[in-house]
């Protein structure tokens, strides 16, 4: 079975290759290279039901294409009348049964695969997080492990993790194609999914669910790192120290400036917060989800994130009503965040 | 069939709201109509099943409902289908007066009950203050009632304009099928109002 | 009466009244028609601006807002405003025709009908003038669609209850009309197919309209009168906007793919000269589509939450449409199969259809795998899906059925060299719009983003898609220019231009007022067809000359839907002022005392004489 799968799966990804210009899409992002069990098995299933259509439309086609040569009406022949035909019971039967056992090739590992997916029998002893979806960012907070990150989310290769999702406002959807395929984030019902990622990488995640004005950019990540790298992590995201002094004078006049204008909704601890939690923005693979990490890019943002992001929620930020913050600000404070490391462990970790 | 003789048949059939296509047309859309009413309260239904625990820290339905008022209302919105019947059964018979009477008496007993729910929901509003905004109980409660509600009303006018219209020229082959569609309908509220009573109130209590 | 004003000149005022009172099937067919074709062309300029902004990656063309409101705007014009007047300008036009009557069952319904849809579809549209459209996205899922901010939204919800109230009144009128006004002989399995899907249509209408009603109202409170039903903060639950949605939205898939399977099967059986292989299972299996649209409306809400087991059930359920679907299609080829193919732009249409549908049916098969549709749930591969059903099943159908029946509604044939430019372009531009959509979805691209990020692999694939669309544009510059060259040169034709076979093409193009002076006898299908093989030129009467009903003409279905849409600006503002109030009840003052007059004033028709119509025919 897993043999035959694998080379119905060679062939047809080598069709499928040929189809889009050899070109499958962005490794990390398209769903079309699986890296891990959920895109996987879904995989499974969209070649299965893939190959019995084109074996149908190959039918349909073959069937069609010889009526039109073969029936058009000819020069000379406006006038004759075709014998007229009331159907046939035969064939009644046929182009109903034979669909039937071909949409059962389909539904049963369908059904199969849809169970699969829902299994929650190892949910008590894997990895539990809480996601939380806003307008238009990414909350994750470790139940168990007490850490609080927010857009990049950190888990460990080839492990089970279950994602607990819930909504702050409106509905969201989870959608990282390259591991695994989506799940809504409701606001009043807490959805559950696993995710498990085959190799180490940084793989996009997106918001699948139309959730308003940013909603192509409510882009966040999966970094998957070995297990020792995780547990490091772990370990240091625990040990965070919101207090640290940075070392460069003007980070330290960014520190200021953050707790004057910024903390009061972005947290650099694992408490809870209004905004992103920025503890380890310094590691983290974008600013704002879509933007380089780069400093040019977060003072940028400070300055006018409505730019970036339309609708968002740091528009509300009294900084930006009051004027107190100008790019020489932004700047001590971009110093300041960027430097924000608090462990080694990294998205360049899992490259 | 001349315009003359829908308005002063030489003799009624023995259906008369089947006694022109207009009428047969009349009846059939009807019927057809309340099919589609049926899936509207159908999913008015449905939101009230998914939301009456959503009381939202406020009432709930034990707390708010009483069957007495409740079982009067029932009583009396069940009579006045009766009384519909007879006058659909007069109507069938040509007697044009007694139609009308027990057609008087299925409005005087709809008002009465329309009274009695308005009586109820500003109870519930002043006694409990449980209102539309309360909670999403609140919310399904006053919309699949009061759709209900809303239904008894309109129904009532519609009749008692009938009524009123008719009043002077009897019954004939035009008028008969508007009498005897807004029984129909007259029937569908009181079936509407059966579902009521058992989902959202002995439901709501037991 | 109109036949022979039809002639003289007439001044445009008593032309526009005649159009604002008419309660002739053929007239509403019309007006649905030219509003149907003004949403699609409105429709059609928001699509073109949606592509635009997506040729290239962060694009700036319209801002996210804007762009918001142009997907919002162009799927519900598309779905609301033009796909289903269209569908009901042929219905219209043609059913009673079809089954040999003389009028459908309520004239001045169907009037109201096409009104409210009107001002519903205008009260719409009004959002862009008043601080923005709707922009929750067509499905408007809630707590978006509750929350956002102006009044867009709330132009959404009322103008399709206005229009949707529409819809449901023509929908209970078709049904009627088929069951009680069929001529001598025309047994239900006799009606043409068109007949039949319309009739299967108008239940959909009738049974999944109402959920929407439904979920509208429950939607208006929310924003409107501060409920909760969609609103977790006071224990509501936003998933029930989603079924209610589709409760009513995947019937209402079928409700336009049946009548344009109605329309093809017609013009593949005139078109190749042959009677429609299977009839009676085709019968069956349009009934077939018809419940199982009822059973499957989850399979919308996979990635909800629902859980294995209830993706499991609705995906089989899901599936088994595609049987139904695959007797369609393998009757059409075997009604192709022996016959006498023509080539002209409504057939080419048709075929054109076979394969692109085939493929939107595939990819709905695909779509139906719950396990794999969490991969394509949301994404351009939906996209793609969903406009090869309704583009490549509808949008064509529609094409064909204004080729295939302009010489009966107008009396002139357009021209088929232009037709078939049309065809090529659109078709052409069709496929290469959406073909490759499958792949951007699956390479990672969701639907409705307003930009996607630059070296994300999707540059290519959505400037082609972009290039395919203007193409359709083309294509449909075409055929209007078509539609007006014809209109000008005003050619007449015959009332049987294609050699038809049933029951429309037995009188004059376009029909006298009261269609049939004499009821046809329907001595089985396609019975034009069956009496000129037996050597006659029309259709044997049933009946002798003698007077002919009609209804009388009237202003109110007009008056009722002003005072309905003047009425939806006091239910929305009155959020804002109290004072609105007063729009609200005279807005309901107008229509409810529409209804009274409906109701008391006596409105028995008129009669056209014996001696009239003898006259006539000298």
């Not at chain 3, 901010?149 to 819809?167: F, K, M, N, R």
């Not at chain 3, 192709?336 to 249409?349: E, H, N, V």
């Not at chain 3, 203007?470 to 049987?496: A, C, H, P, R, W």
Request: with cysteine; charged share 15%.
């Amino acid at each position: 079975m897993k043999e035959w799968m694998g080379k119905i799966r060679t062939l047809s990804l080598f069709s499928l290759m040929v189809l889009v210009l050899s070109a499958c899409g962005k490794d990390n992002l398209t769903a079309l290279m699986p890296k891990g069990y959920g895109a996987e098995e879904s995989f499974k299933v969209i070649i299965i039901s893939t190959l019995v259509m084109i074996v149908v439309f190959l039918i349909v086609m073959i069937i069609y294409v010889y009526v039109i040569m073969k029936f058009r009406q000819k020069k000379g022949e406006e006038n004759k009348i075709p014998k007229q035909v009331e159907g046939s019971k035969t064939l009644e039967i046929v182009w109903t049964t034979i669909p039937i056992l071909l949409l059962l090739i389909i539904a049963v590992p369908t059904i199969a695969v849809t169970y699969d997916l829902a299994d929650e029998s190892k949910k008590e002893d894997s990895i539990n997080i809480n996601v939380t979806g806003s307008q238009f960012w990414w909350h994750f907070e470790y139940a168990e492990e007490q850490i609080q990150t927010s857009q990049d989310l950190y888990i460990p290769v080839g492990e089970k993790v279950y994602l607990n999702m819930l909504s702050s406002d409106v509905i969201h959807s989870f959608w990282v194609p390259a591991l695994s395929g989506k799940m809504d984030v409701n606001p009043d019902n807490e959805n559950t999914m696993y995710i498990e990622a085959n190799e180490e990488g940084v793989y996009w995640g997106k918001c699948a669910e139309f959730c308003g004005d940013s909603h192509s950019l409510m882009d966040f990540k999966i970094v998957a790192v070995s297990q020792d790298e995780y547990d490091q992590w772990v370990e240091d995201m625990q040990n965070v120290d919101p207090e640290a002094t940075p070392e460069s004078t003007t980070a330290q006049e960014g520190k200021a400036l953050f707790e004057q204008s910024c903390l009061s909704c972005h947290a650099l601890d694992n408490t809870p917060s209004v905004g992103p939690n920025l503890s380890n923005f310094g590691d983290r693979s974008m600013v704002a989800g879509v933007l380089e990490h780069t400093k040019e890019e977060l003072v940028g943002w400070i300055l006018d994130p409505a730019e970036k992001k339309p609708g968002n929620g740091m528009l509300e930020a009294p900084y930006l009503n009051e004027d107190t913050i100008g790019e020489e600000e932004a700047e001590k404070i971009a110093d300041y965040l960027m430097q924000l490391k608090p462990s080694e462990i990294t998205p360049e970790s899992a490259k | 069939m001349s315009e003359h003789d829908v308005l002063n048949p030489k003799e009624m059939p023995l259906n008369p709201e089947k006694g022109t296509l207009e009428g047969r047309n009349k009846f059939v859309g009807f019927w057809f109509f309340l099919g589609g009413e049926t899936v509207l309260f159908a999913s008015l239904f449905g939101t009230y099943l998914a939301l009456n625990d959503s009381v939202n820290g406020g009432k709930t339905s034990e707390e708010l409902f009483g069957l007495e008022l409740v079982f009067i209302m029932t009583m009396i919105l069940l009579t006045s289908s009766l009384t519909s019947v007879y006058a659909m059964y007069h109507m069938k018979n040509n007697a044009f007066k007694k139609m009308q009477i027990w057609l008087g008496i299925t409005v005087v007993l709809g008002f009465s009950f329309l009274g009695l729910e308005i009586y109820e929901f500003t109870h519930y509003i002043h006694e409990y203050e449980f209102t539309l905004r309360s909670s999403a109980f609140g919310s399904a409660f006053y919309t699949l009632v009061g759709f209900h509600g809303g239904h008894v009303l309109f129904g009532l006018l519609w009749i008692v304009s009938l009524m009123i219209r008719n009043a002077k020229r009897g019954l004939n082959l035009y008028n008969a099928p508007k009498f005897y569609i807004a029984s129909l309908y007259w029937h569908f509220i009181d079936v509407v109002w059966v579902f009521i009573f058992t989902v959202v109130y002995l439901m709501g209590v037991l | 009466m109109s036949t022979m004003v039809a002639t003289k000149k007439r001044s445009f005022g008593s032309v526009l009244w005649d159009y604002l009172t008419t309660v002739d099937h053929k007239k509403i067919a019309i007006l649905y028609l030219v509003a149907g074709g003004l949403f699609f062309i409105l429709g059609g300029l928001e699509a073109l601006a949606i592509r635009w902004q997506l040729v290239k990656p962060m694009n700036d063309f319209v801002s996210a807002g804007f762009y918001n409101e142009l997907i919002t705007m162009h799927g519900t014009t598309m779905i609301f405003l033009a796909a289903m007047p269209l569908i009901f300008a042929f219905m219209n036009a043609v059913v009673p025709l079809q089954i040999g009557a003389r009028d459908v069952a309520f004239p001045f319904l169907n009037s109201l009908g096409f009104w409210l849809f009107l001002f519903g579809g205008i009260m719409l549209n009004v959002g862009w003038f008043t601080g923005g459209a709707a922009d929750a996205g067509w499905t408007a899922y809630a707590p978006l669609s509750t929350t956002s901010p102006g009044e867009g939204v709330d132009y959404y919800v009322l103008g399709l209850q206005i229009s949707g109230a529409g819809t449901l009144m023509g929908g209970i009128n078709f049904l009627v009309t088929i069951v009680n006004m069929r001529a001598p002989g025309m047994t239900y399995m006799r009606m043409p197919l068109f007949t039949w899907s319309a009739f299967v249509a108008s239940a959909l209408i009738l049974f999944a309209f109402p959920a929407l009603t439904v979920g509208l109202f429950l939607m208006m409170f929310d924003r409107l009168f501060g409920s909760g039903f969609f609103d977790p903060n006071m224990g509501g639950n936003a998933v029930i906007w989603q079924h209610l949605f589709w409760i009513f939205g995947h019937p209402e898939v079928y409700i336009l793919a049946l009548p344009a399977f109605g329309i093809f099967s017609e013009i593949f059986s005139t078109f190749s000269k042959k009677r429609l292989f299977g009839y009676s299972a085709m019968v069956f299996a349009t009934v077939l589509i018809g419940f199982l649209g009822f059973m499957v409306w989850a399979h919308h809400m996979f990635t909800v939450g629902m859980g294995p087991a209830a993706n499991s059930i609705f995906a089989v359920a899901t599936m088994a449409i595609a049987v139904p679907t695959g007797i369609k299609i393998f009757n059409w080829l075997f009604t192709l199969w022996g016959g006498s193919i023509q080539l002209t732009t409504p057939m080419l249409w048709a075929l054109g259809f076979i394969p692109t549908f085939t493929m939107g049916g595939m990819t709905g098969v695909m779509v139906a795998a719950a396990s794999a549709d969490y991969q394509y749930h949301d994404s351009y591969f939906v996209v793609a899906h969903f406009h090869y059903v309704i583009v490549g099943g509808v949008v064509f159908g529609l094409f064909a059925a204004a080729h295939y029946w302009w010489p009966k509604m107008f009396g002139t044939v357009l021209s088929d060299k232009l037709g078939k430019l049309t065809f090529w372009l659109f078709f052409v531009g069709f496929h290469l719009t959406f073909f490759i959509q499958h792949f951007l979805g699956l390479m990672g691209m969701p639907r409705r983003y307003w930009v996607y990020l630059e070296d994300q692999g999707l540059d290519l694939g959505n400037a082609i898609s972009t290039a395919g669309a203007f193409l359709m544009g083309l294509g449909t510059i075409v055929l209007l220019y078509n539609i007006v060259v014809t209109q000008v040169k005003g050619e007449k034709v015959s009332g049987d231009p294609w050699d038809g076979r049933t029951l429309e093409w037995s009188i004059p193009s376009p029909p006298p007022f009261y269609n049939f002076k004499q009821l046809p006898l329907v001595r089985g299908l396609d019975p034009l067809w069956i009496e000129k093989t037996e050597g006659r030129k029309g259709m044997t009467p049933a009946e002798p000359v003698n007077d002919i009903h009609m209804p009388n003409s009237t202003i109110l279905p007009f008056v009722m839907s002003v005072g309905l849409f003047i009425a939806g600006f006091g239910f929305i503002y009155q959020k804002d002022n109290l004072a609105w109030l007063w729009v609200l009840f005279i807005g309901m003052g107008i229509t409810l005392g529409s209804m009274l007059i409906r109701s008391l004033k006596d409105d028995l028709g008129f009669h056209i004489h014996k001696k009239d119509l003898e006259k006539e025919a000298e």
